[in-house]
């Protein structure tokens, strides 16, 4: 058992309006009872007022619009071929909706109203309604407060209801809901009868001592179990042994008969298999050609592969020498430089190297005004360029649109040819249907002779009249008429043809072009309207390259990116242009001279370089003057650089006369003709042995022979093996006769057995743990829940069976027993209208307290208090009204005399329901 401790939802739940359509006797009716307070709909009996209240009922129910269940289709009206359709507005806690059922057109429409509309079809519907309901009122109450006619309320456990159970925990002081905590709501309404038959079956199945022996009925077929137990296994042995008897004999003459049947194809598959081997040996001789073939040719590919490594080894060594020989000239011009300033004096290098230092500085200035200017004319020229750029993404864009506009525009689309070309091929075969099903007329005549057409006067052509009739046909010739009857009536021909023509017409229209008879050529209008997809199709690829131009100018960039370009380049170069026009202020009050705007960048450059290799030169010489062995290793460096120069020459003549024989191209040409010619001689290899498959496989092929004759011999074997076993296995089932049937007899009698010995440690089993929860959880809730209950009760009985009465509960909360003064009876010995009164007056209980914080539940009372007597009525109508103050109470009956005491009652009488909803 769970435990739960949520509290329930606020019951909330009010009828505000209820339709009924062509349910049960009921035509048309429209209820609509006070929101609070008593309302009572009275009428003759079988006026329909019991269906008023089960149409409601069906309304709320989980039953579907299209079910077949005789329990909904017991209420469609009989004979009439129509089905119910009912709709209320309720208020369900804070929302106010309008609920249908529509079993004619099987539809559910749920519209929420407030607190926000909403709408819901179908399941959905359902789902949602079933939500908001439970959510305002459990089903459990609902079932207790909707009292159908003739119905009983005796049998209803109220502990059930989870909403009365959380209304009894709060009405209960603290005490009683402390000492009750921990309970679970699902421990509520256990039975006293229930009790008792626990009890007992416990008490005839086990020992009430501690070893809980079996005994009685239980002990009996236990023992009786493991008698038969015992009989079906010796029984078991004799039929297993007579069954594998038969099996085997079975067996040993299905072996022998399909020895016998598989003798003459194992003898054929034999010579065959000789056969084949005798041919699969001259196979194997031409594949292996084929294999040597393939072997030659991949050996040709290796000796190819092997060159063109070899060749681009020595265009690898040659580079390196190139490189080599590069770095040694260079060392070697270094050193020579070196060397012959060496001879000059140190103070003439100090001289050189000043004056060469001057000139780098002077460089160095006129290079970085000659870069600034370069810069300044390189952003200048992206400036433009990107100027124009954008220019032209400007105007391609507004074409791109345009066009775009254009093609959206043009319905000439290849689908909507292809739909008119399905449509006019439909067409073609609905007229060749209407032709081949309808009665061909030929009228012939002189020509220019006339007719008269179905009424219409129509010409003859030279060849006369061809008519297709496929309904009857009135022809008018001179003075007489002729009347054309087909042996079958066809003119669905007819209107397939025209709904055809009609489908044609529409996609015409759809797509903007006249309409067309049946008589027009159909094939003009493919045409034109292809020349217009075509055109269509024109403008689409001369749209898709502008887009690609568009996408080329821009790539990743929008016309945004573009002007933020163009006017950051332009920053750019007034930047650019007021450094430059420092540098040009510095260098010339440092030279002392005007330097021209234009001066080259590539030749300040190179001055620099050369001021600076100046500078570099005048400094090296300077220091090379402090060393002695600058000759000596120019010597060397000439050694080396001479030594690279005859490498590189051997080198380059290998390399030229290799290339003689074969050039690059031609190394690699005939690499890929060699590996072109493996490719081939592979194929057919492959295609050879696909071709034989497994006769190309000699030992496959001997040991297929070895095997088909291994296989004669076995089944020759198997045939005399099997014939000598059948007659030792006869001889042994002669003495198993009569297993069979003694075992069926000794399973049957188990398998009773067990069933019974089952069932009744199940029974014993389940009254041993029924008995203890049962009894603990009856205990548990009965203390605390009773009292609460008991005293709502007791204050609404005191209006009718006067203030000294006291009405005792059992665990389902029902009446067990009345006391009015010192005299206690029990429910049963009550009078009629005396229990009905009690029944009654536990509801209205359980409406209060279900209610006690301001949310009244609603009450439906069918034909109720039938038995009362006038006292009693007028105190339960006092009852039924001060109730009426919170809640909704909806009373149908047929003497509203009986509840014309109730303070604001609201009379409605069935047959003003039905004028009602005649009226809606």
Same mark, same amino acid.
């Given at each position: 058992m769970t435990s739960s401790t949520k509290a329930s939802p606020k019951a909330s739940f009010v009828l505000e309006s209820l339709d009924v359509q062509n349910f049960a006797g009921i035509e048309s009716a429209h209820f609509a009872p006070s929101a609070t307070g008593v309302t009572?709909?009275?009428?003759?009996?079988?006026?329909?007022?019991?269906?008023?209240?089960?149409?409601?009922?069906?309304?709320?129910?989980?039953?579907?619009?299209?079910?077949?269940?005789?329990k909904v289709s017991g209420f469609f009206p009989v004979g009439s071929g129509t089905k119910p359709k009912i709709t209320a507005r309720m208020q369900l806690g804070e929302n106010l909706v309008e609920y249908t059922k529509d079993f004619e057109k099987k539809k559910v429409l749920l519209d929420v109203l407030r607190p926000s509309v909403r709408n819901y079809t179908g399941d959905q519907a359902m789902e949602k309604f079933s939500e908001l309901l439970n959510e305002s009122i459990d089903s459990a109450l609902r079932e207790a407060l909707f009292v159908s006619q003739g119905q009983r309320l005796d049998a209803l456990d109220?502990?059930?209801?989870?909403?009365?159970?959380?209304?009894?925990?709060?009405? @209960?002081?603290?005490?009683?809901?402390?000492?009750?905590?921990?309970?679970?709501?699902?421990?509520?309404?256990?039975?006293?009868?229930?009790?008792?038959?626990?009890?007992?079956?416990?008490?005839?199945?086990?020992?009430?001592?501690?070893?809980?022996?079996?005994?009685?009925?239980?002990?009996?077929?236990?023992?009786?179990?493991?008698?038969?137990?015992?009989?079906?296994?010796?029984?078991?042995?004799?039929?297993?042994?007579? /069954?594998?008897?038969?099996?085997?004999?079975?067996?040993? /003459?299905?072996?022998?008969?399909?020895?016998?049947?598989?003798?003459?194809?194992? /003898?054929?598959?034999?010579?065959?298999?000789?056969?084949?081997?005798?041919?699969?040996?001259?196979?194997?001789?031409?594949?292996?050609?084929?294999?040597?073939?393939l072997e030659l040719k991949q050996d040709q590919v290796g000796r190819w592969q092997e060159a063109s490594e070899a060749r681009e080894k020595q265009k690898l060594a040659q580079g390196e020498l190139e490189q080599s020989l590069k770095t040694a000239t260079e060392e070697l011009r270094g050193v020579q430089k070196r060397a012959e300033e060496q001879q000059a004096e140190r103070d003439e290098a100090k001289r050189?190297?000043?004056?060469?230092?001057?000139?780098?500085?002077?460089?160095?200035?006129?290079?970085?005004?000659?870069?600034?200017?370069?810069?300044?004319?390189?952003?200048? @020229?992206?400036?433009e360029s990107a100027t124009e750029e954008r220019d032209s993404a400007v105007k391609l864009d507004a074409k791109v649109a345009e066009l775009a506009q254009k093609v959206d525009r043009n319905p000439a689309t290849p689908q909507a040819e292809q739909r008119i070309r399905e449509a006019m091929t439909d067409l073609d075969a609905q007229i060749k249907i209407r032709d081949a099903g309808a009665t061909s007329v030929h009228i012939a005549g002189p020509a220019d002779s006339t007719i008269v057409d179905n009424g219409v006067e129509a010409a003859l052509g030279e060849s006369g009249l061809e008519k297709k009739v496929t309904t009857e046909w009135t022809v008018g010739l001179g003075e007489y008429e002729v009347r054309v009857t087909p042996a079958q009536d066809s003119s669905n021909l007819d209107l397939n043809v025209d709904e055809a023509l009609q489908k044609v017409n529409a996609e015409l229209s759809a797509v903007g072009r006249e309409h067309i008879a049946l008589e027009d050529p159909r094939a003009e209008v493919l045409e034109e309207f292809g020349r217009a997809v075509r055109a269509r199709n024109e403008d689409e690829e001369t749209l898709r390259d502008q887009r690609a131009s568009l996408k080329a100018i821009l790539g990743k960039r929008t016309l945004s990116d573009l002007n933020g370009q163009v006017e950051s380049l332009t920053a750019e170069v007034e930047r650019l242009r007021e450094t430059c026009s420092a540098l040009r202020s510095d260098a010339n009050a440092e030279a002392g001279e005007n330097i021209d705007e234009s001066i080259d960048e590539a030749e300040a450059a190179t001055a620099l370089e050369a001021a600076t290799r100046a500078r570099d030169e005048a400094n090296e010489k300077l220091l090379s003057l402090q060393n002695s062995d600058a000759i000596e290793r120019k010597i060397q460096h000439e050694a080396k650089a001479d030594n690279l120069h005859q490498q590189l020459d051997a080198a380059a003549k290998d390399l030229e006369a290799a290339r003689e024989r074969y050039s690059d191209e031609d190394l690699n040409a005939k690499h890929t003709q060699a590996v072109q010619a493996v490719d081939v001689a592979r194929e057919k290899l492959d295609s050879k042995r696909r071709e034989v498959g497994e006769l190309g496989d000699v030992e496959d092929v001997q040991a297929s022979?070895?095997?088909?004759?291994?296989?004669?011999?076995?089944?020759?074997?198997?045939?005399?093996?099997?014939?000598?076993?059948?007659?030792?296995?006869?001889?042994?089932? @002669?003495?198993?006769?009569?297993?069979?049937?003694?075992?069926?007899?000794?399973?049957?009698?188990?398998?009773?057995?067990?069933?019974?010995?089952?069932?009744?440690?199940? /029974?014993?089993?389940?009254?041993?743990?029924?008995?203890?929860?049962?009894?603990?959880?009856?205990?548990?809730?009965?203390?605390?829940?009773?009292?609460?209950?008991?005293?709502?009760?007791?204050?609404?009985?005191?209006?009718?069976?006067?203030?000294?009465?006291?009405? $005792?509960?059992?665990?389902?909360?029902?009446?067990? =027993?009345?006391?009015?003064?010192?005299?206690?009876?029990?429910?049963?010995?009550? =009078?009629?209208?005396?229990?009905?009164?009690?029944?009654?007056?536990?509801?209205?209980?359980?409406?209060?307290?279900? @209610?006690?914080?301001? =949310?009244?539940?609603?009450?439906?009372?069918?034909?109720?208090?039938?038995?009362?007597?006038?006292?009693?009525?007028?105190?339960?109508?006092?009852?039924?009204?001060?109730?009426?103050? $919170?809640?909704?109470?909806?009373?149908?009956?047929?003497?509203?005399?009986?509840?014309?005491?109730?303070?604001?009652?609201?009379?409605?009488?069935?047959?003003?329901?039905?004028?009602?909803?005649?009226?809606?």
């Open positions: 009572v709909v009275h009428g003759s009996n079988e006026a329909g007022k019991s269906s008023l209240m089960n149409a409601f009922g069906l309304l709320l129910s989980d039953w579907k619009v299209s079910t077949t269940s005789k109220f502990t059930a209801i989870p909403s009365l159970s959380s209304a009894l925990r709060t009405a @209960g002081d603290d005490a009683t809901v402390s000492a009750a905590s921990g309970i679970s709501e699902n421990d509520q309404g256990a039975a006293e009868l229930l009790v008792r038959l626990i009890d007992d079956e416990d008490k005839k199945l086990r020992d009430r001592r501690a070893n809980r022996n079996s005994k009685g009925e239980l002990a009996a077929a236990e023992a009786d179990l493991a008698s038969a137990q015992e009989a079906l296994a010796t029984a078991k042995l004799e039929y297993n042994n007579a /069954q594998a008897a038969i099996r085997e004999i079975e067996s040993k /003459q299905i072996q022998r008969a399909d020895a016998e049947d598989d003798l003459p194809d194992a /003898q054929k598959e034999f010579d065959e298999c000789a056969e084949r081997l005798e041919a699969a040996k001259k196979i194997a001789e031409a594949l292996s050609a084929l294999e040597n073939e050189a190297f000043d004056s060469a230092h001057a000139a780098y500085v002077r460089a160095d200035k006129r290079a970085k005004l000659a870069t600034a200017l370069k810069n300044t004319a390189d952003i200048q @020229g992206r400036l022979l070895e095997g088909a004759r291994s296989r004669v011999n076995m089944l020759n074997q198997q045939v005399q093996e099997c014939r000598v076993d059948i007659a030792a296995l006869n001889a042994k089932l @002669g003495q198993a006769r009569g297993s069979a049937e003694t075992r069926e007899q000794a399973e049957a009698e188990v398998v009773r057995l067990e069933g019974v010995v089952a069932r009744l440690r199940r /029974q014993a089993d389940a009254a041993e743990l029924l008995h203890q929860v049962v009894q603990e959880s009856r205990k548990r809730m009965q203390e605390k829940y009773s009292e609460p209950y008991r005293k709502a009760l007791n204050k609404l009985s005191g209006i009718v069976f006067g203030s000294d009465v006291d009405l $005792d509960v059992d665990e389902k909360f029902q009446v067990s =027993s009345r006391a009015i003064g010192s005299v206690r009876l029990e429910k049963e010995q009550l =009078s009629g209208g005396a229990q009905e009164q009690v029944e009654i007056l536990q509801l209205l209980a359980i409406a209060r307290l279900v @209610g006690h914080d301001g =949310s009244g539940v609603p009450i439906f009372l069918d034909d109720v208090l039938g038995f009362s007597d006038t006292d009693r009525a007028k105190s339960m109508n006092k009852v039924l009204g001060a109730l009426g103050r $919170d809640n909704q109470i909806i009373v149908l009956t047929c003497d509203k005399d009986r509840f014309s005491r109730i303070p604001g009652v609201d009379f409605q009488s069935i047959d003003s329901l039905k004028k009602a909803g005649a009226s809606s």
